[in-house]
């Protein structure tokens, strides 16, 4: 069975605000983006693997003909159990990647409009450790399993001895905007 690669599609992520808009206008289509970056043609089972399924909670999970097992789209990735629309995560994505250097918690609360520095800044850390990565292929770990980025199994992480925390640190350094 060949692997499906989800890089290839992250590799065509917006680069810029008007792309973004264009191809990002709905809920719907962050969804279908993301179903594709994930699994492909098709959703399949996290269980059997089964593509017979039917689409419940409001199409943001689906359950398996087969077997009956209920897989949320986000379910095992770092989205898992987050409850904001794909939409937002992919604005925020969009900011971290397009500032790659330079964006503060501070601006991505503005940006998003979040009530709380503290919301913010849970998600700059937890999508700028997903995003960046060494061998500068940015966005494809966004939407892999979360072993994969703890460098457990999953096979893809490829710089086993890179370490998230200098990822991580706030940079002080601010990137001028286009
Ligand atoms: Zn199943």
């Not at 991505?108 to 800044?121: D, E, N, P, V």
């Not at 490829?158 to 990822?167: A, E, F, M, Y």
């Amino acid at each position: 069975m060949t692997r499906h690669d989800p890089d290839d599609l992250w590799r065509e992520f917006p680069r810029t605000a008007v792309e973004f808009e264009e191809r990002f206008a709905s809920e719907e289509d962050c969804r279908a983006f993301w179903i594709r970056a994930r699994w492909g043609d098709e959703p399949a089972c996290a269980r059997c693997e089964g593509t017979s399924i039917w689409w419940i909670r409001d199409d943001t999970a689906f359950e398996c003909a087969e077997c009956g097992h209920q897989t949320s789209l986000t379910s095992g990735t770092i989205l898992q159990k987050m409850r904001k629309p794909l939409k937002m995560w992919f604005r925020a994505v969009f900011e971290i990647s397009t500032h790659r250097t330079g964006i503060s918690a501070k601006d991505l609360q503005r940006i998003m409009g979040f009530g709380s520095y503290k919301t913010a800044w849970s998600w700059l850390h937890k999508l700028r450790a997903a995003l960046l990565r060494e061998d500068g292929e940015p966005l494809g770990p966004f939407v892999q399993m979360d072993e994969a980025l703890v460098g457990g199994k999953g096979g893809r992480t490829r710089n086993s001895s890179s370490s998230p925390q200098k990822l991580m640190g706030e940079s002080a350094s601010p990137t001028p905007t286009i």
